[in-house]
């Protein structure tokens, strides 16, 4: 056993973290920055992590779970507005299937954002939606229908169909509603169906990639939050000498170290064990990191005081996002109830 | 980055395995009652005996020489056998090896070690407990020994040692920190008084309270320099504080694990929040074996101990007490009908973890202001 990076692995951290730390907004306005918002997408993309989970010929991804976390990680600090995670994902599903990939379309989602969405007939039935579509997005995005026990891919087109504009929560990240009624077209050159076993596996990336995504937002927004503890002064000293504030920065500290070793073993744990055990360490680290972000966050608006509840504090541009993350593929209660079903045995009346 | 085992590893593994099947002596997972200290030395001396104990200490004193990442995987299989955790004394000898001289290691390293010399740890007293260097036990030079005359307290495993790793004032006139120095003093004199303390949970042995009364020890058995100690007890309280020093994920997933079975068997007669705690739990534990994992990776690098295990005491501390409260929420109304109801006493010995070697808030100050930089 050994848990620490590889060479490679060092310096893609490193390559990911200062690139999103020079892009990302650094502020609230610069969300507005279209031209820094398209250096960073073109960046992304240039840097060919839109790829990584791409097949490599013999059906196993360019790169493995460990790299394509140590993106969502970096991106994920820096609270950076280009897509990643939903392109990935869509990209490891074809992969899986054994389908090219022609574009940067994502899954779709049922409205709980756990699962993809499952389409039945020539058109959808129930609002779905399409999580951290890309600047080029295509009109169109993923979804699966039930063949059996197995399942396969569909195409969704979306031009005629739009929620209208839902104001989106993490302003970082696209989330497209679909209405009822978008056409649902075959997948083309469709080489297997899709089992349980693989959804399980690709369940295991999405939990371990939006737990990293969390570990990066945490370690984000303290750093912000401990640079604005030793700056601001109350009483004619740095409010970060006061214990009470150490006493929160510590306790939220302690909660990002912790998210980021379980989260490191769920990235591992994708391509490497077995999809139940995959998926399980995948729900561990998500459950962990969704409540440790949570209170990170809010402990970061608190020692903000009240221009941490100011549009114009970048603190809740990071609890947005960790709120998307944290639900999108399953918040820590919905991983707490898929651990009680796989450990603790089922109960009448409780799924 | 990878959490599998090597071949070495996995050749120990395939040796620890059988070997735990057969030998496990089947303990209640935590300080539960008054026979688990005597059936842990047991336990200490079997693991010892076999080879499975000191795996990173030197050979020379009884230990295997192994990379730290052996002592994980004898904590995953100790928990997945539902055996007892390893004796946790590596902030002992790390404290001897650091700062003892050849003399010192060669003498008390080995007995320790193999578990025929039993120590405690003299350091807190009651007027210094978090404020630790405020100690008044005094250690004053006469002859070729030291005296000793002084009042220790929360002592644990003071009723059964041989030992006592104590901190002493041996110059009084210096700067608090400054004047202490450590001793390994015979525990078998007149001049020692030990008393039990009852804990919360009712067990009457490990904790206690240990009188100097014009006790005696050669000054060869100083550990460290004259005027070394607070380094001494430094060293000692940082090593402490490391889940992966003490073994404990072995005892936190061995009582998970039987919370688990508890439900299992009649999964509908527990409500919702029930399970979700032991869920929680499981989550948790899952947490601090992963984090131990990679602390023991980096130390790979070198890395040094510092402030950074006041972040693992921290978060070993929320795990046992999570652990603990997923215990009392299992054991429903049993936990008030019944005192010597186990989960309650489970329960009620984790609130001991946010005291014991340095308090939570001490912790949070340690993280704050060296980690962070606040202050
Ligand atoms: C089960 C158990 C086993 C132990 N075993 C040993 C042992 O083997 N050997 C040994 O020497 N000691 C042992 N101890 C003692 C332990 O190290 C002390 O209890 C601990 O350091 C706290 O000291 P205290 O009890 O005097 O509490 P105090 O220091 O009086 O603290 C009381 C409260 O005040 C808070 N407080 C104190 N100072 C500060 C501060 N600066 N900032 C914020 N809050 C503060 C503390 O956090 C705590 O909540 C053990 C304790 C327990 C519970």
Redesign the pocket.
């Known amino acids: 056993m050994d848990t620490r990076d590889t060479a490679e692995q060092a310096e893609l951290r490193r390559a990911a973290r200062q690139l999103a730390r020079e892009l990302g907004p650094s502020t609230v306005g610069a969300l507005d920055d279209a031209t820094r918002h398209a250096r960073l997408v073109a960046a992304v993309r240039d840097a060919g992590w839109l790829e990584l989970r791409d097949d490599t010929g013999d059906g196993s991804p360019l790169a493995s779970g460990v790299e394509a976390a140590i993106v969502a990680d970096a991106l994920g600090a820096s609270v950076a507005d280009a897509a990643y995670t939903g392109p990935l994902m869509a990209a490891d599903l074809l992969r899986r299937a054994g389908v090219e990939r022609a574009d940067h379309a994502v899954v779709a989602f049922s409205g709980a954002l756990v699962d993809a969405a499952v389409v039945d007939g020539a058109r959808t039935a129930e609002a779905i939606y399409a999580i951290d579509c890309s600047a080029e997005q295509p009109d169109s995005a993923y979804a699966i229908v039930a063949e059996g026990a197995e399942y396969r891919l569909a195409r969704l087109r979306l031009a005629d169909t739009s929620n209208g504009a839902a104001p989106q929560t993490d302003l970082t990240r696209t989330v497209r509603g679909i209405a009822p009624g978008a056409p649902v077209d075959d997948v083309p050159g469709q080489r297997r169906l899709l089992t349980t076993d693989d959804l399980a596996h690709w369940s295991a990336l999405g939990l371990a990639l939006t737990s990293a995504d969390l570990v990066g937002v945490m370690r984000g927004i303290l750093d912000v939050t401990v640079a604005y503890a030793a700056e601001r002064q109350q009483y004619g000293v740095a409010i970060g000498s006061f214990?009470a504030v150490q006493h929160l920065l510590a306790e939220a500290w302690c909660l990002m170290d912790g998210s980021q070793s379980i989260a490191l073993y769920a990235s591992w744990a994708v391509d490497t064990l077995e999809p139940d055990e995959a998926r399980a360490a995948g729900r561990v680290a998500k459950a962990y990191c969704a409540r440790a972000a949570r209170q990170v966050c809010e402990t970061a608006i608190q020692v903000h005081g009240g221009i941490g509840n100011t549009w114009e504090c970048i603190a809740h541009v990071y609890l947005r996002r960790a709120l998307l993350s944290s639900h999108w593929f399953g918040d820590d209660g919905d991983q707490l109830r898929g651990l009680q079903h796989e450990r603790l045995g089922a109960v009448d009346g409780l799924s | 980055m990878d959490f599998r085992d090597s071949p070495a590893e996995a050749e120990f593994r395939a040796r620890l395995r059988p070997w735990l099947a057969a030998n496990n002596p089947g303990l209640p997972s935590s300080s539960t009652d008054d026979e688990y200290w005597a059936r842990q030395a047991e336990w200490h001396t079997a693991l010892y005996d076999a080879g499975f104990f000191g795996l990173s200490w030197p050979t020379r004193y009884g230990g295997h020489d192994l990379p730290t990442v052996f002592d994980v995987i004898l904590d995953e299989e100790l928990a997945a056998a539902g055996a007892p955790p390893r004796p946790s004394l590596g902030y002992l000898v790390q404290g001897i090896s650091r700062h003892g001289s050849d003399a010192i290691k060669d003498r008390f390293l080995p007995g320790l070690i193999s578990g025929q010399e039993r120590w405690?740890?003299?350091?807190?007293e009651?007027d210094?407990?978090?404020?630790?260097a405020a100690l008044r036990t005094t250690g004053t030079i006469d002859g070729d020994e030291y005296v000793i005359n002084g009042h220790?307290?929360?002592?644990?495993?003071?009723d059964v040692a041989d030992w006592c790793f104590l901190l002493a004032r041996t110059e009084p006139d210096v700067a608090k920190h400054k004047g202490l120095s450590a001793f390994a003093v015979p525990m078998h004199q007149p001049g020692i008084e030990q008393r039990p303390l009852r804990?919360i949970n009712g067990i009457t042995t490990e904790?206690g309270q240990v009188l100097f009364d014009g006790a005696r020890v050669p000054a060869q058995n100083m550990i460290g320099a004259p005027g070394e100690g607070w380094r001494v007890a430094m060293t000692i309280v940082s090593h402490e504080r490391e889940p992966g020093e003490l073994g404990y994920v072995a005892r936190y997933a061995k009582t998970v694990k039987g919370l688990e079975k508890t439900v299992r068997a009649d999964p509908g007669a527990f409500s919702t929040e029930q399970r979700d705690a032991v869920a929680w739990a499981h989550v948790q534990v899952e947490m601090l074996r992963r984090h131990v994992c990679r602390r023991l990776s980096e130390r790979l690098d070198g890395v040094e101990h510092g402030p950074g295990g006041s972040i693992d005491k921290l978060l070993m501390t929320w795990v046992e007490q999570t652990v603990g409260a997923a215990a009392l929420a299992v054991s429903g109304s049993r936990s008030v009908l019944d005192a010597d109801d186990e989960p309650l006493k489970v329960y009620l010995y984790s609130r001991?973890q946010s005291?014991?070697?340095?308090?939570?808030?001490?912790q949070k100050?340690i993280i704050a202001t060296r980690i962070l930089k606040l202050g």
């Open positions: 214990q | 405690c740890q003299g350091f807190s009651p210094a407990g978090s404020d630790l220790k307290i929360w002592t644990s495993y003071s804990m904790f001991a005291v014991m070697g340095g308090t939570s808030q001490i100050n």
